[in-house]
């Protein structure tokens, strides 16, 4: 038995070993700014778009395995949108923990995300400069295959999946609707999203502050939201508890010759959230994106 702890002991140790040398070893051999030009045409395949990242690509390996891209990274507009460029990202940390890896766990860092600017935009004809990406993603989505059998007649489990958190600083969304000639801005906006699992019930933290501004009404305010989110992707339902949404140095003109409204809100409370089956992942997260400018909307309800 002695010698049996002991050959497991010195097959950890050489493990270790091994990967603290590719650890050393590998940043010095591999250059992943070599690679830059590949991953461009990788991502113009998949997109349809122009793709560039203008700073450096830095690997980790050990203890966590990832990359830190500094910026810009661009990714282009639409045919018919301009040239300004659908998303622009100053930086992005990304790093997995290497040795959860072997026994099939995916343990993430939190995931940031510096200075993201999005530029979404709906022309005359009602088509949005998302729409081809939703396209080319139902057309690339394979037909899910079964679990592969273990042998013994049950399906493999899922691989263990945690991420450490989103943080979002620095970022910046604008909308505009030419059909309605509608133009908001969310800026100076800053995310932080708890840790995430695919575990059911996992509650998560959200915190989230930002300015808005938009044309119909003329209208600004900041804005600050903090929230618990349980989220039941089966059941394709939310839940957003102590939720806490304040909307303070609002500004806005409702019609030439009214009352010019200024003050703060605050809306507090429990929500349950609900999304269609046949609305696809991308569109729900455009929703959410645009979703802010919708409270000035709401603002022309508001009392002064």
Request: proline share 7%; aromatic share 4%; net charge negative.
């Amino acid at each position: 038995m002695r010698k049996v702890l002991k050959g497991l002991l010195f097959a950890v140790a050489g493990l270790v070993l091994l990967l603290v040398l590719a650890a050393v070893i590998l940043p010095m051999i591999v250059d992943p700014n070599d690679y830059k030009p590949l991953i461009a045409e990788q991502v113009q395949k998949a997109t349809g778009r122009e793709f560039s990242i203008g700073g450096d690509i830095e690997l980790s390996v050990f203890p966590w395995i990832g990359a830190a891209i500094e910026g810009p990274i661009v990714l282009g507009n639409a045919e018919g949108f301009g040239p300004e460029p659908m998303a622009r990202l100053d930086a992005v940390d990304v790093k997995v923990k290497l040795l959860p890896l072997l026994r099939k766990e995916v343990f993430m860092r939190t995931v940031v995300l510096r200075g993201p600017n999005i530029n979404l935009a709906k022309n005359e004809r009602g088509i949005t400069n998302w729409d081809d990406l939703v396209e080319r993603q139902g057309k690339a989505e394979p037909t899910p295959s079964p679990a592969p059998d273990t042998g013994d007649g049950q399906a493999t489990a899922m691989p263990k999946v945690s991420l450490g958190g989103v943080a979002l600083d620095n970022g910046q969304v604008a909308w505009k609707d030419k059909s309605t000639g509608l133009e908001a801005v969310v800026s100076d906006l800053n995310l932080n999203v708890g840790a995430l699992t695919l575990d059911p019930g996992t509650v998560i933290p959200i915190e989230m502050t930002c300015s808005l501004r938009a044309n119909q009404p003329e209208a600004s305010a900041d804005l600050r939201l903090q929230t618990r989110a349980n989220v039941n992707q089966q059941a394709k339902r939310a839940t957003l508890a102590s939720t806490d949404i304040r909307l303070s140095q609002i500004s806005a003109v409702l019609a030439e010759g009214q009352p010019h409204l200024r003050g703060s809100t605050e809306i507090s409370g429990d929500f349950d959230v609900a999304w269609g089956p046949d609305w696809p992942a991308s569109a729900r997260c455009a929703l959410l994106l645009i979703f802010p400018a919708a409270l000035f909307q709401a603002m022309a309800w508001l009392q002064p």
